[in-house]
């Protein structure tokens, strides 16, 4: 599967940006990110059917993750953005992923590009 990543881009803290990823249906797909000098960190991930997801404690109740598997395209809205999410942002895609292995880059076979999210005043 191919996934494109995008939507990134500058915003001032405390503004929304909504990340897309093209996907093919019937992947789990994930969003992980990674700044300079650090490690690709989990962010969230959204089962094949759309009805279950999970968030890194860093961003739970400020991002959502959801899917449109009509279009083919998981969504991830990032609100209230603080200096400290700027990152390139890539999703991941998998058709299985064990749960307590999310975390974890090396269990996802597919990857995007990546799009830059800058959030600076």
């Known amino acids: 599967v191919q996934l494109q990543a995008s939507g990134g881009g500058s915003v001032q803290p405390g503004g929304s940006l909504r990340l897309s990823c093209a996907a093919s249906g019937g992947y789990v797909v994930a969003w992980f990110r990674q700044s300079p000098g650090k490690e690709r960190e989990f962010v969230s991930l959204i089962n094949r059917d759309g009805d279950s997801t999970w968030h890194a404690y860093s961003v739970k109740g400020r991002f959502a993750i959801s899917r449109d598997n009509a279009k083919n395209t998981v969504y991830l809205q990032m609100n209230t953005l603080k200096p400290e999410d700027t990152a390139i942002y890539y999703c991941?895609?998998?058709?299985?992923?064990?749960?307590?292995?999310?975390?974890?880059?090396?269990?996802?076979?597919?990857w995007g590009q990546g799009t830059l999210v800058t959030v600076s005043s």
């Open positions: 991941a895609a998998s058709r299985v992923v064990q749960i307590e292995k999310k975390d974890n880059p090396a269990v996802y076979d597919f």
